[in-house]
């Protein structure tokens, strides 16, 4: 149990400098984001990333039309688990408080990169039977 107990504080400690180092960031910037759209961003960026590295294994290990389904929803899965985890660790750490609107935003920031990813795939499949 004093293991688990470790583990879990360094995660949270690894989290926290991850967001302490992307907030710092963003205040240099010249117009900085607000605490919502940096949830937006930030969850959508890991998202797709998350998606675009779990596709390939999945398209292997099932060789069917499905596996992008399957990648979305463990990609999906796991932005809400890490969002969770980043309001409970900033809770816990004192670096900002639990707020519900920003795990809101951060699973919205996901689903809009993820629509626009279909957007894209279903205009790739249009232009595709097109040309056929």
Same mark, same amino acid.
């Given at each position: 149990?004093?293991? /688990?107990?470790?583990?879990?504080?360094?995660?949270?400690?690894?989290?926290?400098?991850?967001?302490? &180092?992307?907030?710092?960031?963003?205040?240099?910037?010249?117009?900085?984001?607000? %605490?919502?759209?940096?949830?937006?961003?930030?969850?959508?960026?890991? +998202?797709?990333? /998350?998606?675009? $590295?779990?596709?390939?294994?999945?398209?292997?290990? &099932?060789?069917? +039309?499905?596996?992008?389904?399957?990648?979305?929803? /463990?990609?999906?899965?796991?932005? $809400?688990?890490?969002?969770?985890?980043?309001?409970?660790?900033?809770?816990? &750490?004192?670096?900002?408080?639990?707020?519900?609107? %920003?795990?809101?935003?951060?699973?919205? +920031?996901? $689903?809009?990169?993820?629509? +626009?990813?279909?957007?894209?795939?279903? /205009?790739?499949?249009?232009?595709?039977?097109?040309?056929?």
């Amino acid at each position: 149990m004093g293991q /688990l107990r470790l583990w879990l504080y360094q995660t949270v400690a690894f989290i926290a400098r991850v967001h302490d &180092t992307i907030a710092a960031y963003n205040r240099a910037l010249a117009y900085p984001f607000s %605490d919502k759209e940096m949830h937006f961003i930030v969850s959508a960026a890991f +998202g797709l990333l /998350l998606f675009l $590295l779990i596709l390939p294994l999945f398209c292997v290990l &099932t060789k069917h +039309g499905r596996a992008g389904i399957m990648a979305w929803i /463990l990609a999906f899965m796991t932005v $809400l688990f890490v969002t969770f985890a980043i309001e409970v660790g900033q809770q816990v &750490t004192g670096t900002g408080g639990l707020e519900l609107e %920003d795990i809101v935003y951060s699973v919205v +920031g996901f $689903l809009a990169v993820s629509v +626009g990813v279909w957007v894209l795939y279903l /205009l790739y499949l249009l232009v595709k039977w097109i040309v056929q």
